[in-house]
């Protein structure tokens, strides 16, 4: 099985730094990464996928980077409602998906 | 506007059975994949299960499998899952999710249903 790593897992942040979330992979799952936000008590949200493709509605200041193993989530200017728990997800190994265990971004 | 609607959670006794339900609008059911996910309290996202836009082909993560059956009607947009032989383990929140396009990634979300297995 793929098994993503996530670091860090928790990240104290202000409004307005830029933030990067890493995601690692055990192996290489190309491009095919997708990046979540959850809220509590809230369903995920898709931010990203494809790696670097931004789902419809996600604000620009998201960005995805990265490929084979490396991937980066990027938010340029933290605001505050961004503080929230982060998932990468592989989709590379369909249908057996795989999610990281999470980066919580805290004020 | 895309809905999943999830229902059929509750509390169940260990050994025992439960039948999530997911209802479906405002996309073309029959035509996406769908899987379940669920969320122990306090951890973190776990794959579940899946099954194609037809319903010919299922899959199970081995910590369900047989025990666990997912379905689908494609005539009442609805998706399945009948949980058997409840563990403590198996308490969580059950999402309904949909597969963006052909890939393996979510792009719409239920709100969950929770299901607790205790004495």
């Known amino acids: 099985d793929i098994v993503l790593t996530q670091s860090p897992a928790t990240l104290s942040v202000s409004p307005g730094d830029r933030v990067a979330l890493s995601c690692r992979a055990s192996?290489?799952?190309?491009?095919?990464l997708a990046w979540y936000q959850q809220k509590p008590g809230q369903a995920p949200r898709l931010l990203i996928y494809?790696?670097?493709t931004r789902a419809t509605g996600v604000p620009a200041r998201f960005s995805g980077s990265g490929s084979g193993t490396e991937f980066t989530l990027t938010i340029s200017s933290l605001q505050s409602e961004d503080f929230a728990v982060y998932y990468c997800?592989?989709?590379?190994?369909?249908?057996?998906?795989?999610f990281g265990p999470g980066t919580r971004v805290d004020i | 506007e895309v809905q999943l609607l999830e229902s059929g959670g509750g509390l169940v006794q260990p050994g025992g059975s439960l039948r999530l339900s997911c209802a479906a609008s405002?996309?073309?059911?029959?035509?996406?994949?769908m899987s379940w996910v669920r969320q122990a309290p306090g951890m973190g996202l776990e794959w579940v299960s899946g099954?194609?836009?037809?319903?010919?082909?299922?899959y199970y993560a081995d910590s369900v499998k047989g025990r666990f059956t997912i379905s689908r009607d494609n005539s009442k947009n609805t998706l399945s899952l009948q949980l058997s032989s409840l563990r403590a383990e198996d308490t969580a929140v059950y999402y309904c999710?949909?597969?963006?396009?052909?890939?393996?990634?979510?792009?719409?979300w239920g709100q969950g249903a929770l299901v607790t297995v205790s004495s």
């Open positions: 192996q290489s799952v190309s491009s095919d």
């Open positions: 494809g790696a670097a």
């Open positions: 405002g996309f073309t059911f029959s035509l996406n994949a």
């Open positions: 997800q592989q989709y590379d190994s369909w249908p057996l998906f795989t």
């Open positions: 099954i194609t836009a037809s319903g010919g082909s299922t």
């Open positions: 999710a949909k597969e963006g396009g052909t890939s393996g990634y979510y792009n719409y």
